[in-house]
């Protein structure tokens, strides 16, 4: 089968790197990819929602199955732009169609959604550009920490806690009357703060059945011990010490099965994955948000765990055959440290020459942010590299991933020395 998988970033390197061992894989290519994805299939020079020149490549290659990565395209509606076109829509895809990336597109929908739908969350009232005084007043109101959430995609930046109030409220017209995040904050939720530990919960369903991926835990900010403003991840650790059976059942019972009955009676398809990132508050889980596609960097730890074919269960979610699949875990850790563009999440620089790649061999480095240029690997972004390491224990897994992070450098490189250190 020829398979197109639509990103950039680490999440589809990794996808790639599980995807190429496929027996089922005859090509792989990936749009627009970057240097990692290039040493496990054909890199295409198309953007990610350019989805005429997409349909055509699909056309022109015999692509079977597409695979989305990142949120963007499914928000803006690469599924429904397939199935309306007569030589496209008997492609199989995986990621949902715009309906269904409202899960993550909309914080305000998704909040509607869970509570429509009887799933724990934390409460929430969502204010409107223009109304930014009375969300001033509310904010007055609430019991700190203050967490505000811009409706809209801001590529895992437009979460802002503080205990300050003053803070908050000049936050909150800086997002609704400044466009601090663009369109993303026209609509902001002022959201119960919920005390607990955070985790990453995996699934991948047909919109009938589902399977459950290994679980993870991220690491938002940007600065050791979670200090400093939040990015799109830092690092990541599978499994996680607290995800237990008895857990992991609540969150099937309480969170997965509703969700997949609520899209079902909405009359939202959904062939794809469902993010949810949830908090473990005493022992109960509350959803955080749901996203759409996989995370970065949860995809490195998760897919450097999962033994079995991974295509196969891609194409059985595409066609709607997931019914009795079964998944098979590596009980074994893997923990991803992501390394960085000095000054990220805020101004970079790109372009660095990054030394020491060449000299590692069975190591698992996925590139999020690279290009090729001259036989040369530079940066190409803000999160530039995820390593990821294997072990028995959480502590071995944590050893080899930073062992191999001191043999990769760049000019004013940067990472965070604590993934995994909470856990135990």
């Not at 499914?74 to 309306?84: A, P, T």
């Not at 059945?209 to 600065?223: C, F, N, Q, T």
């Not at 990054?354 to 069975?362: A, F, R, S, V």
Request: include cysteine; aromatic fraction near 8%.
């Amino acid at each position: 089968m020829n398979v197109l998988l639509v990103g950039n970033g680490g999440r589809e390197h990794a996808l790639a790197w599980k995807i190429k061992q496929s027996s089922h894989c005859s090509e792989l290519f990936v749009a627009p990819g970057n240097a990692g994805t290039a040493l496990v299939a054909k890199n295409v020079a198309i953007g990610v929602d350019e989805f005429e020149k997409l349909g055509t490549f699909c056309l022109e290659n015999k692509i079977e199955l597409v695979v989305v990565g990142p949120e963007v395209p499914l928000v803006k509606g690469i599924r429904d732009y397939f199935e309306q076109q007569p030589l496209l829509k008997n492609i199989l895809m995986v990621g949902p169609g715009k309906a269904g990336a409202q899960l993550e597109g909309s914080k305000d929908f998704s909040k509607q959604f869970m509570i429509r739908n009887q799933v724990p969350t934390a409460k929430a009232k969502t204010f409107y550009t223009g109304q930014s005084a009375e969300a001033a007043a509310y904010l007055a109101t609430c019991q700190p920490p203050l967490v505000l959430k811009a409706d809209g995609l801001a590529a895992g930046k437009g979460v802002i806690i503080t205990s300050d109030l003053t803070e908050a409220q000049a936050t909150i017209r800086e997002m609704l009357e400044e466009r601090k995040f663009g369109d993303a904050s026209s609509k902001v939720l002022v959201e119960e703060f919920l005390d607990g530990i955070e985790l990453s919960v995996f699934v991948l369903t047909d919109g009938e059945d589902y399977v459950i991926l290994p679980e993870a835990k991220d690491y938002k900010r940007i600065g050791d011990g979670d200090t400093g403003p939040n990015t799109g991840g830092m690092g990541s650790v599978s499994p996680v010490a607290f995800a237990s059976p008895p857990f992991m059942q609540k969150v099937e019972e309480r969170i997965i099965k509703p969700t997949i009955v609520g899209l079902k009676k909405e009359n939202i398809p959904f062939k794809g994955f469902i993010f949810i990132g949830l908090m473990n508050v005493k022992g109960d889980p509350f959803v955080i948000e749901y996203n759409t596609r996989m995370g970065d960097p949860e995809t490195q730890s998760v897919m450097a765990r999962i033994q079995s074919d991974f295509l196969e269960l891609l194409i059985a979610a595409a066609k709607g055959e997931l019914k009795n699949k079964k998944i098979v875990v590596d009980p074994d850790f893997a923990l991803t440290i992501v390394m960085a563009a000095g000054g990220y999440p805020d101004q970079y620089e790109k372009g660095k020459s990054i030394k020491g790649l060449k000299e590692l061999t069975n190591q698992l480095v996925f590139h999020a942010g690279t290009k090729m240029q001259s036989e040369q690997v530079l940066t190409d972004g803000g999160r530039v590299l995820g390593v990821t390491g294997r072990g028995k224990t959480l502590s071995e897994a944590r050893e080899n991933a930073y062992d191999v992070v001191t043999k990769i450098s760049w000019d004013n490189a940067y990472y965070r020395k604590d993934i995994g250190q909470d856990l135990r």
